[in-house]
């Protein structure tokens, strides 16, 4: 975790919206909602909304601003995701930034041959396998779209893999609440029993909102679920800006705050005070391929400036850094990586996501994970900042040492090197005659090098006894229901 605008010092930080820009995209969106709306397809979700004041017609429903207000004001400012490990809880809050892998990536690069193949079973657990054994990243997703299993239940498999793998806290996706309601089974058998959970949540529901101005029924209907359950909820989405919105940055804005909004109403509506935090991933249209361009300097200005949005209206934000759009570990992907950690990080986000993806979060890698690790070790350092005080401005043992001394042998200095000059474990450092020696090795041999290491090494903390039985007990019960015909 990095903490930003820590008390006891001015850290560094990055903002692209001033608050009286903020007020307006806000009043703008709120304008939005009331006059145009949005289509929400979820039958219990309308009722909600119109029981509130708001006006329906089919599934376009106009919400006046009151609701929206309401909404914010119920939504706590901050809550905690736990891990089966209690010394790895994350504080999900505005300014303290917490880094994590990214879901459902088509394609996975096998750590074994390097090929490139579909994602399949056991991809998710080396994942969190690695996730768990690394230190910078804080929380753990799949990485990985499962592709060998019955597809509506994907997320359930991963999410035992997930639970089986990682100490830390994880964040999962889900086709409907029944996957949710199967994940919340195996969540309750790992942490003692569901009132365990409900006390102390180790997992946080990922859900998703399409462009512009609409929902999904399903998405809905899986956040609502959750909030009744005390499962927090992470709602994401875009729009892509060029295609789902006009070419201009405010545009795309104000249609992610509209979508998000809206659907935090709508969770609030269900349970008031249900912990949640709101996401996008603004990224631009590339003018070439119509993709949307990941590893653009405009995706990282506009999670920013949307960090900078939900920070104004004081609702926890989940944005993006550490996925590229290079096709494999390369130079690009070093750039883009690390702009996109940086500005994430100097920007205050309180979750980012899709670390470890290449080709426009079409590829999990865990190289990539890997290497952002560094990344992010070498951003935390910068967000540290510079403490001024007394004892780090050392005028007495200046003066004692006097011109022409050297301060290298000083035990006062040496005793804190180590905490203010940070070491890389895989960035090389020595001279070209040395590196030579040790066998010329490149970043992307070090990074493959440390991966071994971790998958060879690495245990994550064991599940408790009858844990794993309920997990396969969920799982066989699982596929059964979905094997069942469908009643008429």
């Known amino acids: 975790m990095i903490v930003t605008n820590y008390a006891d010092r001015q850290t560094p930080q990055f903002r692209v919206l001033s608050d009286a820009q903020c007020r307006e995209i806000y009043l703008a969106t709120l304008e939005a909602l009331n006059t145009i709306g949005v289509q929400v397809p979820n039958a219990e979700a309308r009722a909600l909304l119109a029981r509130a004041g708001a006006w329906v017609e089919g599934d376009l429903v106009r919400i006046p601003a009151h609701i929206i207000q309401d909404a914010l004001a119920a939504t706590p400012r901050s809550f905690t995701i736990w891990g089966r490990d209690p010394m790895r809880t994350i504080q999900v809050a505005p300014d303290r930034v917490h880094f994590g892998p990214g879901l459902t990536n088509t394609f996975f690069v096998d750590p074994e041959t390097g090929e490139l193949r579909r994602s399949r079973r056991g991809d998710a657990a080396l994942t969190a396998r690695v996730a768990d054994a690394l230190d910078n990243i804080d929380y753990?997703?799949?990485?990985?779209?499962?592709?060998?299993?019955?597809?509506?239940?994907?997320?359930?498999?991963?999410?035992?893999?997930?639970?089986?793998?990682?100490?830390?806290?994880?964040?999962?996706?889900?086709?409907?609440?029944?996957?949710?309601?199967?994940?919340?089974?195996?969540?309750?058998?790992?942490?003692?029993?569901?009132?365990?959970?409900?006390?102390?949540?180790?997992?946080?529901?990922?859900?998703?909102?399409?462009?512009?101005?609409?929902?999904?029924?399903?998405?809905?209907?899986?956040?609502?679920?959750?909030?009744?359950?005390?499962?927090?909820?992470?709602?994401?989405?875009?729009?892509?800006?060029?295609?789902?919105?006009?070419?201009?940055?405010?545009?795309?804005?104000?249609?992610?705050?509209?979508?998000?909004?809206?659907?935090?109403?709508?969770?609030?509506?269900?349970?008031?005070?249900?912990?949640?935090?709101?996401?996008?991933?603004?990224?631009?249209?590339?003018?070439?391929?119509?993709?949307?361009?990941?590893?653009?300097?405009?995706?990282?200005?506009?999670?920013?400036?949307?960090?900078?949005?939900?920070?104004?209206?004081?609702?926890?934000?989940?944005?993006?850094?550490?996925?590229?759009?290079?096709?494999?570990?390369?130079?690009?992907?070093?750039?883009?990586?690390?702009?996109?950690?940086?500005?994430?990080?100097?920007?205050?986000?309180?979750?980012?996501?899709?670390?470890?993806?290449?080709?426009?979060?079409?590829?999990?890698?865990?190289?990539?994970?890997?290497?952002?690790?560094?990344?992010?070790?070498?951003a935390t350092r910068i967000l540290r900042g510079i403490e001024v005080n007394r004892e780090t401005l050392m005028l007495d043992l200046i003066a004692e040492i006097g011109p022409g001394g050297q301060f290298l042998t000083e035990p006062r200095s040496a005793a804190i090197a180590r905490q203010e000059v940070w070491m890389p474990t895989l960035l090389d450092r020595q001279p070209y005659a040395i590196w030579e020696q040790q066998g010329r090795t490149t970043m992307e041999d070090r990074v493959r090098a440390k991966l071994r290491r971790l998958l060879a090494s690495h245990r994550p903390p064991a599940l408790p006894a009858g844990a794993r039985e309920e997990i396969e007990k969920v799982l066989a019960e699982a596929e059964a229901r979905k094997s069942r015909p469908e009643e008429p």
């Open 140 to 378: 753990v997703m799949g990485l990985a779209l499962i592709g060998d299993v019955t597809p509506e239940l994907a997320s359930v498999y991963e999410f035992a893999e997930l639970l089986a793998n990682t100490g830390k806290p994880i964040i999962a996706w889900a086709h409907s609440p029944e996957n949710v309601a199967d994940m919340q089974r195996m969540a309750s058998a790992a942490v003692g029993g569901p009132e365990a959970l409900r006390r102390r949540p180790i997992f946080a529901l990922f859900s998703t909102y399409p462009s512009p101005l609409k929902h999904a029924e399903l998405d809905l209907a899986n956040q609502m679920w959750a909030a009744e359950h005390d499962i927090p909820v992470v709602y994401l989405g875009g729009p892509t800006v060029g295609l789902e919105s006009p070419f201009t940055a405010a545009s795309g804005l104000l249609l992610h705050l509209a979508a998000a909004l809206s659907g935090l109403a709508i969770v609030q509506l269900k349970r008031r005070g249900a912990p949640m935090a709101i996401g996008g991933v603004p990224s631009p249209m590339d003018l070439r391929t119509v993709r949307p361009c990941y590893g653009s300097p405009e995706m990282s200005l506009h999670s920013a400036a949307a960090v900078d949005l939900a920070r104004y209206l004081g609702v926890p934000f989940m944005g993006t850094a550490g996925a590229s759009e290079s096709k494999c570990l390369d130079g690009q992907a070093a750039i883009e990586y690390a702009l996109q950690v940086l500005m994430s990080a100097l920007s205050g986000a309180s979750l980012v996501h899709d670390v470890g993806f290449l080709d426009c979060a079409n590829i999990g890698s865990l190289e990539a994970l890997v290497m952002n690790d560094e990344i992010i070790a070498m």
